[in-house]
């Protein structure tokens, strides 16, 4: 089971998003023996399935 331990947006100052293109936010999870994951997925689809620092990652790897 993974948690998720940190969630980093970037910053997109200087960064244009190509036409169609959403944001992505880098997520840092983590499992019950401290082991680390990292994940990129659409910031959207983090709001849409209502997950946040500190909640079970819900989704297979």
Avoid at 8 to 19: K, Q, S, V
């Amino acid at each position: 089971m993974w948690k998720i331990k940190h969630i980093f947006d970037g910053e997109y100052g200087c960064e244009a998003l190509m036409p169609g293109q959403k944001p992505k936010v880098s997520v840092t999870l983590v499992d019950e023996s401290g082991a680390e994951r990292y994940v990129l997925v659409e910031d959207e689809w983090l709001i849409q399935k209502g997950l946040d620092e500190g909640d079970i990652w819900t989704d297979n790897l």
